[in-house]
């Protein structure tokens, strides 16, 4: 057993509580947890669908490969298993990075919002078999945000009973949507709608895209994948340009709205619920791409800072593992404490989501605006929290923390997007603002909107920690597990008011003194945390599979693996 190895066996020797007990309160009960792990069996134990190290790869291989296991799954994995595309045992299938998120997580669901019952009976039993594979095209070259501005059109046709759909300029022309690129043969299109000149707003249109054969695109369809990004290299974000392109008038997406043969527009739901779909995806997404992101990071950067022995606390002794400095821990551990409010803040804006769904089935729409606010803060703050934690967290491991061999750098590129899609974060905020605080004139607004995102982030954090809190008091649990949850909130909140101690002292709500003690206080709780410092992470229950780090691995072998990866760098197959 290698010294980094037996350092890290001594550590679980000294955590004091059930690290199984926690795990099961994460994951909302030991049932849960007996599922997640079944799932994660049969994708680890199947050659074709397990997660590989991508670090090495190129883009278009890690395209191929996404798209390979994804198809494998589907096709092979779940029925040889039992499980439908909707079984529970999936929900945990989409930790396991693969291409078609887009086409599962929300051209799916948003047939489900938009379609009238015929429409869903339609499309939806071929979606799920992958018959058809369908991208949401929203977004625009020229608009993302503001949605009143989309430029592509669906213009009526009385005549022959269509809709002519066109881009009618290149900034109009669909651009960003996930599995567009190569992968999509059809797009639930959003786009004004026209009867006789008069603009009805954005609507969504099922439009095919490509040829169910051959795969090649349609006649007035130009279509291609946007190129390299940051991240998200399994999906082909594409670009999709339609020029004058006609669909049948029951291709609009008619629950909320329809348009008669004679071309009269009859509405049956406030014209808001067009935007049903972000909030859903804002109220989901969370959990599966920034806060488990963070938690995954926490676990490389906890596992491999008790391992990585660096420089003496004192001049003679012996090296010491870097968690040991005080630095070390206000970099880590506040991110672990973040990792488990964040995720029960995001299950309980799940679950009001849940309800208002249950309230919009009784034609309720009351609480949508609430809804839309709190989704809207709570996708802005907890994104944002989380890559910017998740750098943090890989600035503390170093050089290896910089290398793909870590696995946190393809871990950031991928959260850090959710900052941007479903939403841009300060338009989030300033959304969350209008709906807490109301809308003042548009130039008393904009003068005060650097304050306002400031104190939309401050109500969010309130919400995250309040919710954490109640959640602990009723939780049912050992007093070991309890009194480390109870450090985790006070952890986090401490660690978010001293990051903010200006506002609290120009307000007068905190004195000098109280600063201090705040400060010295959140000092206090890392040196009561560090010990149970690899429990926490051991919790999250990451296997080394999902993990693909050379630091974070359960038995702590760094080096090994460090030494074992890089020989299979591309550049190493020729000595010279
Ligand atoms: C489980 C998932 C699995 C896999 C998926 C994995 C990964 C996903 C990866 C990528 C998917 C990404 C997809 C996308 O990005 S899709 C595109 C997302 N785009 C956006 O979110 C656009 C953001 N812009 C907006 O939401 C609006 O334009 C904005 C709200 C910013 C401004 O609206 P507008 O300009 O129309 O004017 P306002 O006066 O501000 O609003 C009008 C009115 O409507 C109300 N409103 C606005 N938005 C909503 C909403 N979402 N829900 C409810 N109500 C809303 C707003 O409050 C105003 O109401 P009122 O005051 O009563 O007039
Ligand atoms: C990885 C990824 C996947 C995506 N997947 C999809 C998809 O599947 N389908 C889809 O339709 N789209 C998708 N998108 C697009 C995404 O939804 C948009 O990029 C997002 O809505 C932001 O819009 P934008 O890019 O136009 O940014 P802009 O709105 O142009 O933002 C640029 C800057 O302007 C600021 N700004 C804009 N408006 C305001 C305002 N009113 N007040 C104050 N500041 C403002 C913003 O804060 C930002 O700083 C994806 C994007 C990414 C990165």
Redesign the pocket.
């Known amino acids: 057993m290698s010294r980094e190895s037996r350092l890290l066996e001594k550590e679980r020797g000294q955590v004091n509580f059930n690290v199984e007990e926690l795990t099961n309160i994460y994951d909302g009960g030991a049932e849960e947890t007996k599922l997640r792990r079944k799932v994660a069996d049969v994708i680890q134990n199947d050659p074709e669908v397990r997660c590989k190290d991508i670090g090495m790869m190129t883009r278009e291989e890690r395209y191929i490969d996404g798209v390979r296991r994804c198809v494998y799954l589907y096709k092979v994995l779940l029925p040889r298993e039992g499980w439908t595309p909707v079984s529970k045992e999936v929900s945990h299938i989409l930790r396991f990075c693969m291409s078609f998120g887009?086409h599962a997580g929300?051209f799916i669901p948003c047939l489900l919002s938009f379609g009238s019952d015929e429409q869903i009976a339609k499309w939806l039993p071929l979606a799920m078999q992958f018959q058809i594979i369908g991208?949401?095209?929203?977004?625009e070259m020229g608009?993302?945000?503001?949605l009143r501005g989309l430029q592509t059109t669906a213009t009526y046709d009385k005549k022959n009973k269509e809709f002519v759909i066109n881009c009618p300029e290149i900034s109009a022309m669909k651009w960003?949507?996930?599995d567009l690129g190569k992968s999509a043969n059809h797009a639930l299109l959003m786009a004004q709608l026209v009867i006789d000149g008069k603009k009805y707003g954005m609507h969504p249109f099922m439009v095919q895209i490509r040829d169910l054969t051959t795969h090649m695109p349609l006649p007035g369809i130009t279509v291609g994948d946007i190129g390299n990004?940051v991240g998200?290299e399994t999906t082909d974000?594409g670009f999709l340009h339609l020029n004058q392109v006609r669909i049948p008038r029951e291709n609009l997406l008619c629950k909320n709205a329809e348009v008669k043969p004679n071309g009269t527009y009859l509405t049956k739901a406030s014209d808001k619920m067009v935007y049903g779909s972000m909030v859903r995806l804002r109220a989901i997404i969370l959990e599966s791409e920034a806060v488990s992101a963070l938690g995954k990071a926490c676990t490389i950067a906890v596992r491999y800072s008790l391992v990585r022995c660096q420089g003496e606390l004192e001049p003679g002794k012996p090296e010491v593992s870097v968690m040991e400095y005080m630095t070390q821990q206000k970099k880590l551990l506040p991110y672990v404490a973040m990792t488990y409010v964040t995720h029960f803040a995001c299950l309980k804006l799940s679950n009001q989501y849940n309800a208002f769904t249950r309230e919009m089935d009784n034609n309720d729409i009351s609480g949508l605006p609430e809804l839309h606010a709190l989704s809207a803060g709570m996708k802005a703050v907890v994104s944002e929290q989380c890559s910017d934690g998740i750098e943090i967290l890989r600035k503390s491991c170093g050089g290896h923390g910089y290398s793909n061999a870590s696995g946190i750098p393809i871990i950031w590129s991928s959260a850090v997007?959710c900052c941007?899609?479903?939403?841009?974060n300060?338009?989030m905020l300033?959304q969350c603002a209008r709906l807490v605080h109301g809308m003042a004139s548009y130039n008393a607004w904009n003068q005060s909107?650097v304050e306002l995102v400031n104190v939309v982030k401050a109500h969010i954090t309130q919400f995250i920690v309040t919710t954490f809190a109640s959640g602990i008091t009723e939780l049912e649990c050992t007093k070991p597990v309890k009194n480390v949850l109870q450090q985790l909130c006070a952890l986090y909140a401490l660690s978010c008011i001293n990051a903010s101690t200006g506002d609290f002292l120009k307000v007068g709500y905190l004195s000098p003194r109280q600063c201090d003690l705040a400060h010295e206080a959140e000092l206090e709780l890392l040196s009561c945390i560090r010990p149970n410092a690899v429990g926490l992470v051991d919790a999250f229950d990451f296997s080394d599979d999902l993990l693909q780090s050379c630091l974070g691995a359960y038995d702590g072998n760094v080096y090994e693996r460090l030494f074992a990866w890089a020989k299979k760098s591309p550049l190493n197959k020729t000595e010279v």
């Not at 941007?420 to 841009?424: A, I, R």
């Open positions: 887009v929300v991208t949401y095209a929203q977004t608009h993302g945000t503001f960003w949507p996930g990004k998200f974000n997007a941007t899609y479903e939403g841009e300060t338009v300033l909107s």
